[in-house]
Nanobody, 115 residues
Framework: QVHLVESGGGLVQAGGSLRLSCAAS????????MGWFRQAPGKQRELVALIGGSASPNYAGSVKGRFTISRDNARNTAYLKMNSLKPEDTAVYYC?????????WGQGTQVTVSS
């Protein structure tokens, strides 16, 4: 079992920045891809960014050029740096980790961007 702890959400004005963190822990696990999804009220959960062990990151078109995903393999931690935030980025952001063929989700962290 993999346990994920997210942090870094909050309220920010449009044009501002936030950085989300996701720390993974558990016993005898190996992590493959790490990523972030988000879900706005009344909408489906959507992929924001995903990074594999060695592959180039993938981004949703709506965040490309503004968000940057990175990972620290030694700390089993993923980060999402969000710049030039827009009100439409408001959502609950969920960390996602693929480990031994299974997907695990964090509890979610709220990001609210005011206009």
């Amino acid at each position: 079992q993999v346990h994920l702890v997210e942090s870094g959400g909050g309220l920010v004005q449009a044009g501002g920045s936030l950085r989300l963190s996701c720390a993974a822990s558990g016993s005898s696990f190996s992590i493959g891809a790490m990523g972030w999804f988000r879900q706005a009220p009344g909408k489906q959960r959507e992929l924001v960014a995903l990074i594999g062990g060695s592959a180039s990151p993938n981004y949703a078109g709506s965040v490309k050029g503004r968000f940057t995903i990175s990972r620290d393999n030694a700390r089993n931690t993923a980060y999402l740096k969000m710049n030039s935030l827009k009100p439409e980025d408001t959502a609950v952001y969920y960390c996602y980790v693929l480990s031994s063929g299974r997907g695990f989700w964090g509890q979610g962290t709220q990001v609210t961007v005011s206009s």
